[in-house]
């Protein structure tokens, strides 16, 4: 298998340097916010130097664009996703708002509630325990779970769903 060379790295940097403004314009243009553009042109930079590792790619600048619509396009995917699934959560886990002094009879709903989340995190794979987690009690975006845990955005994205979906089924089924 033929691999790509410390000069293709190189290359990389140099077009990706000089075609950043534009690269961040286009995919703002498509997912509407700066910041997530910039985001999303690092994780293109990222994924592209990857595929520099595996394989040399003749035309970089045509290939860059193409990985940074590809991104932005699974992006928008995930935030209509992430939508549907996070309004279904939330209308399958509306909980009363505690009290400053919680009474001991939302103390233990709140133990039951706990101990359910526990249950159903120690059932999933452990990847998906960890975007949960992220996502959920750290508040990372998926972009940041994915170079984190060193996962494509793809994936970060179905194993949350499927996490997300096994929390409902337990609530569901135990409420």
Do not use: W
Request: hydrophobic share 35%; proline share 4%.
């Amino acid at each position: 298998m033929e691999t790509g060379t410390p000069g293709d790295q190189e290359k990389l940097s140099a077009v990706f340097i000089g075609q950043r403004s534009a690269l961040i314009r286009m995919l703002s243009r498509v997912v509407g916010c700066s910041s997530q553009a910039e985001d999303l042109a690092q994780e293109t930079y990222l994924k592209v130097a990857k595929a520099l590792y595996t394989r040399p790619i003749e035309h970089l600048k045509p290939f860059l664009y193409q990985t940074a619509q590809y991104l932005a396009f699974d992006h928008l995917r995930s935030v209509r996703s992430k939508r549907r699934y996070e309004c279904h959560l939330a209308e399958s886990l509306v909980v009363e708002v505690p009290t400053m002094a919680p009474g001991p009879e939302s103390q233990a709903q709140g133990q039951q509630q706990l101990q359910r989340f526990q249950q159903v995190l120690a059932t999933l794979p452990k990847r998906q325990q960890q975007i949960l987690v992220l996502h959920r009690l750290h508040d990372l975006s998926q972009g940041e779970i994915a170079q984190r845990l060193q996962v494509s955005l793809s994936t970060v994205e179905k194993d949350l769903r499927q996490a997300l979906t096994a929390c409902v089924k337990q609530t569901t089924y135990h409420d």
